[in-house]
């Protein structure tokens, strides 16, 4: 289970005291994240901290689910019901059919939709704070 922690911060001083103080404490670097204002200045964060997700994966593997599973259904039914004479080719192929149009749709639509701690500290954000992001998982448990 990940648990994931934000710290705020008013300048990269503290943010790099911060991300010390979670490293000797036993926080992986790939757990760490950073999350500014986009006028703050990109030199102060280093490239592989800045966090630029938005909900593009999350979003295209629940369309991959859901338009599976109706693109399966929609196939039984052809083969039960219609007089064509779909077979179960006919029913893997509308299953594919409909995880991929399903999971095309929503990842285009989650692509629109910023990280959920970025819409959560929007006005911290825009106070010009930076905020830290620890992922804590069982991976890296912390050493107090």
Not at 24 to 39: E, F, M, N, P, Q
Request: charged content about 25%.
């Amino acid at each position: 289970m990940k648990h994931r922690t934000v710290f705020c911060a008013p300048d990269m001083a503290v943010v790099r005291r911060a991300m010390d103080a979670a490293r000797k404490a036993g926080v992986d670097d790939d757990d760490l994240s950073l999350i500014a204002r986009s006028d703050i200045s990109l030199d102060e964060i280093p490239d592989d901290r800045k966090l630029v997700e938005g909900d593009f994966y999350p979003a295209a593997m629940k369309g991959v689910v859901g338009g599976g599973t109706v693109g399966l259904l929609a196939g039984l039914a052809a083969a039960v019901f219609a007089p064509i004479g779909i077979t179960v080719a006919g029913v893997v192929g509308c299953t594919v059919a409909g995880a991929s149009l399903g999971g095309w749709s929503t990842a285009l639509a989650g692509s629109a939709v910023p990280d959920p701690v970025q819409r959560e500290f929007e006005d911290v954000i825009e106070r010009g704070e930076i905020l830290l992001v620890v992922v804590l998982s069982a991976r890296n448990r912390v050493h107090t």
